[in-house]
């Protein structure tokens, strides 16, 4: 397994950390959860459009128009929906955790679709992976006796977010290799964003916020996605989705730079435990037994 998917999956969830940055700003701009889903894919859609015009890379095979096309409503609006949902109805600690149960997802999938063999230490990355989830976000809430609201219809929505999210890597792994990045997001974009129409109510927007909203498409889908496959094409799915983990991390040390938030003593013990699963997958990758069984076309 070559060391550089390693950090571009690295730099890839250290953008995807920066969401939740800046998702408060704009929010703080008047902009709902939904419209920002939407812009965010928008823009990201336009600057995928460019570089694959400059690149060359904007036709798709007929026959995979289909394929692109449900990989935009699963991965796009699915997951979006799915995750707002678990949001409502769940509460944001118990719908953070369930999302991060994409890596036990993935493991399941790759075994699955992929036939990646499920090694013991894929095993204990995967539990280090969501002890440290429940214990960044579940635990505190436990702890200062906050109300979890199990309801049926939240606990289902947060597993398809887990559950979506996780397919990004199957079907990058799977079906979508053969694509520079920028192809198959020109097409998934469009068809994740449109669904997501009817349900946007659209408000004015000052400067700052177009500004934000630009930059949350730039960073967080265009950069990350890029960052995220290249680094695909170079580790089995399993591992790219513990090492993706790190995300939550970066997300809470932002905060804390920028708005102060801290963690509780299970905050940091959640953090070691993820910090200490993604080391392990890059010392795992120092192992040339470790490599994938299939070496795709490379990132353009």
């Known amino acids: 397994m070559d060391i550089r998917g390693v950090l571009y999956v690295l730099a890839a969830a250290s953008m995807w950390g920066m969401i939740g940055v800046f998702t ?6 008047g902009i709902s959860a939904l419209e920002i889903a939407f812009w965010r894919a928008g823009f990201a859609w336009i600057i995928f459009v460019i570089h694959a015009s400059f690149t060359r890379e904007l036709k798709a095979h007929r026959s995979d128009l289909p394929l692109l096309l449900i990989f935009g409503v699963v991965c796009v609006t699915t997951f979006y929906g799915s995750y707002q949902l678990a949001i409502r109805d769940a509460g944001v600690a118990l719908a953070a955790v369930l999302l991060y149960t994409a890596p036990a997802w993935v493991a399941v999938l790759s075994c699955l679709v992929l036939k990646e063999r499920m090694t013991p230490l894929k095993t204990i990355c995967v539990t280090m992976t969501l002890a440290g989830v429940a214990c960044i976000c579940l635990v ?15 606990l289902i929505a947060g597993l ?8 990004y890597y199957i079907f990058g792994k799977k079906y979508l290799y053969k694509y520079a990045t920028p192809t198959i997001f020109v097409y998934a974009l469009p068809a994740g964003a ?5 349900f946007v109510d659209f408000h004015e927007k000052t ?7 630009l930059a949350l498409g730039a960073i967080t889908s265009y950069g990350a996605f890029s960052a995220y496959y290249a680094g695909l094409k170079r580790l089995e799915a399993t591992k790219a989705s513990v090492i993706a983990t790190f995300e939550p991390v970066v997300a809470a040390t932002l ?3 920028l708005f102060g938030e801290r963690f ?7 953090s070691a435990l993820i910090i200490s699963a993604v080391f392990l997958v890059v010392l795992a990758s120092r ?11 490379e990132q353009s």
């Open 24 to 29: 408060k700003y704009i929010l703080a701009e």
């Open 140 to 154: 505190p809430r436990l702890m200062s006796g906050g109300d979890l609201n199990l309801n049926t219809f939240g």
């Open 160 to 167: 398809v977010s887990g559950m979506t999210y996780a397919l």
């Open 194 to 198: 449109l669904p997501l129409l009817p």
């Open 207 to 213: 400067l700052t916020a177009w500004l934000l909203l």
């Open 255 to 257: 905060a804390f730079a």
């Open 264 to 270: 509780t003593l299970s905050g940091y013990v959640g």
């Open 287 to 297: 192992n040339p037994k470790s490599a994938p069984t299939a070496q795709p076309a």
